[in-house]
């Protein structure tokens, strides 16, 4: 069973930075890091979750939700068995509970419900 295990949210100012790590572990033998797309997802209160970023599982291939294009940065590092993702200029209307999730079926994917695995989330506050 994978379990990932999200660290780095807080609160923050309107403007700043926070960078989320997640770590990997529990892969079945026969599997590597790299056999999985990764992604963080967010949930804000009384919102459905949405996609943020997602990476492939080389890391060559990402995704950004619009709203976040230019601010955040996703990478992993497949040696390490973690994932990170960079979070610049941050707005209030980032405040939400984030997620670390992993896919095992697909190489890279944006979609939500393919996301087999998920951690138990690490919440970012941001303050005006």
């Known amino acids: 069973q994978v379990q990932l295990v999200e660290s780095g949210g807080g609160l923050v100012q309107a403007g700043g930075s926070l960078k989320l790590s997640c770590t990997a572990s529990g892969l079945a033998s026969d599997k590597t890091f790299d056999d999985y797309a990764m992604g963080w997802i967010r949930q804000a209160p009384g919102k459905e979750r949405e996609v943020v970023s997602c990476?492939?599982?080389?890391?060559?291939?990402?995704f950004y939700t619009d709203s976040v294009k230019g601010r955040f940065t996703i990478s992993r590092d497949n040696a390490k068995n973690t994932l990170d993702l960079q979070m610049n200029n941050l707005k209030p209307e980032d405040t939400a509970m984030y997620f670390c999730a992993a896919a095992g079926g697909t190489g890279f994917t944006s979609t939500l419900e393919e996301y087999d695995y998920w951690g138990q989330g690490t919440q970012v506050t941001v303050s005006n």
């Open positions: 990476i492939s599982w080389s890391g060559t291939s990402t």
